[in-house]
């Protein structure tokens, strides 16, 4: 985050880190986080009505959860107590309420922000419950994780919740500008910028501290700074696991290709591969996920269902416990079986509408909620399932009257689909059936 503005209002000693140099000093030298300060959002209103409330800011780190708290306690010339949550302890918090209430003495307001609050446990989180109740002092809390699950729900109930997003791509390249300008630095190439934004994946403060280093490597003394003086400055942390480079998608290709194959000990490599080179679990859960449906499927239910609990239960335990649930999922995708006809069935379909004329919905098939509809016919003729023999109205059909129905969907010889192809092959054979006696 810094100044949108052209002027750089910052006066920090040049010891101070580049991230801190750069940190916003008013409300509108934000980037990023519109969804919260545009005009008419719930931070900006808040600012601008003077009405300071206790919240709870959630977003990966480096999204500015810091700087709108002490944007909000500057705003309202408020005291500015910090404590860290890893760190800290019920003496910090006593300590605090002491603070504000000399503070309230004095006839001024204090913010206590709790960095990490989900780091302290329900008796801590507790300890502020009365003093945010009797408006001794207003409560921030910032956290990396979902707050409903971290967050105990009597301080919830007492703080609104707001979520900050990673930044943008060009919030970053903004970023990177207004810190090219403060360090008087070489320009960076286009490809080095784009690699640098990509590293930095939505975290000003990854970005910033990488930038820092790499103009501090290079000097003052380059045209430019090139991809080569990049992957020097960052060196493994850059080259392993190079986000939006070539080896990010391999990476990934070559675990999705591991799992269809159904090795699980490859998966496993992989999978770990991405971690350790710095991949947010969150995409890998999400990549999971997509293959439990894309190349499982219906041949084992199951896998889809375990892809997402483990999903849920990395955003309940995070980083690192919550990765043994993503692996657990990874391995048992790569043993199930395995079918793509689901995936296949679709692409089909949406080829075949994308081809097709629309098609009027028979009357039989239309619902008749009204007089008016059923006098028009809607719903007239409709067979009820559950009405006939089996559950199963069988010579019935529910196409377009003038289309001949396409398959779509063949089941694979593999898991359940082994029984859902019996199925349907039984319930054709007794419309095949019903459509002779007719």
């Known amino acids: 985050m810094s100044s949108a503005s052209g002027e750089l209002p910052f006066h920090e000693p040049p010891q101070a880190p580049l991230a801190e140099r750069l940190r916003p000093r008013t409300l509108d030298d934000v980037i990023g986080q519109q969804q ?104 921030i809390g910032a956290t990396t994780e979902n707050p409903s699950f971290e967050v105990n729900s009597a301080l919830l109930s007492r703080a609104t919740v707001h979520v900050l997003k990673p930044l943008a791509d060009e919030d970053l390249a903004l970023l990177l500008g207004r810190a090219s300008a403060l360090l008087e630095a070489p320009p960076l190439t286009d490809a080095t910028r784009d690699r640098l934004v990509g590293y930095a994946d939505g975290d000003a403060r990854r970005l910033l501290n990488a930038y820092e280093n790499l103009v501090g490597m290079v000097g003052s003394g380059a045209a430019e700074i090139d991809e080569a003086l990049l992957e020097r400055s960052l060196g493994e942390q850059l080259r392993r696991y190079d986000k939006g480079g070539e080896q990010f998608y391999d990476t990934i290709s070559a675990l999705h290709k591991a799992v269809r194959g159904s090795d ?78 689901i995936y296949k069935a679709y692409n089909a379909a949406r080829a075949y509408i994308r081809e097709d004329r629309t098609r009027p919905v028979p009357l039989r098939l239309r619902n008749a909620p009204t007089a008016l509809m059923k006098g028009l016919d809607y719903g007239k003729g409709y067979r009820y399932a559950h009405d006939e023999a089996g559950a199963f109205a069988a010579g019935e059909r529910y196409w377009p009257d003038d289309m001949e129905p396409p398959r779509f969907y063949e089941p694979a010889p593999r898991g359940l689909e082994i029984r859902i192809g019996e199925r349907i092959e039984e319930l054709r054979r007794l419309n095949e059936a019903a459509a002779g006696k007719t």
């Open 264 to 341: 699980p000990d490859a998966a496993l490599y992989w999978f770990v591969r991405m971690l350790d080179g710095g991949v947010d679990p969150r995409y890998a859960a999400r990549r999971i996920v997509r293959m439990a449906s894309e190349d499982i499927g219906l041949a084992d239910p199951r896998a889809l269902r375990l892809a997402l609990d483990a999903t849920e239960t990395y955003e309940r335990l995070g980083t690192p416990e919550g990765e043994l649930a993503l692996a657990e999922a990874v391995v048992y995708l790569a043993v199930a079986p395995k079918s793509n006809a």
């Open 36 to 139: 919260l300060l545009g005009p008419g959002k719930p931070l900006r209103a808040a600012f601008e009505s003077g009405r300071l409330h206790s919240m709870i800011l959630w977003g990966p780190p480096g999204t500015g959860k810091t700087t709108l708290a002490r944007l909000m306690a500057d705003a309202f010339d408020a005291q500015f107590i910090a404590i860290s949550a890893v760190l800290g302890g019920v003496k910090d918090i006593r300590e605090a309420v002491e603070r504000a209430q000399a503070e309230r003495s004095a006839g001024r307001r204090t913010v206590v922000f709790v960095d990490e609050v989900h780091r302290f446990n329900k008796a801590q989180q507790d300890a502020f419950l009365p003093h945010v109740e009797s408006g001794l002092f207003t409560f």
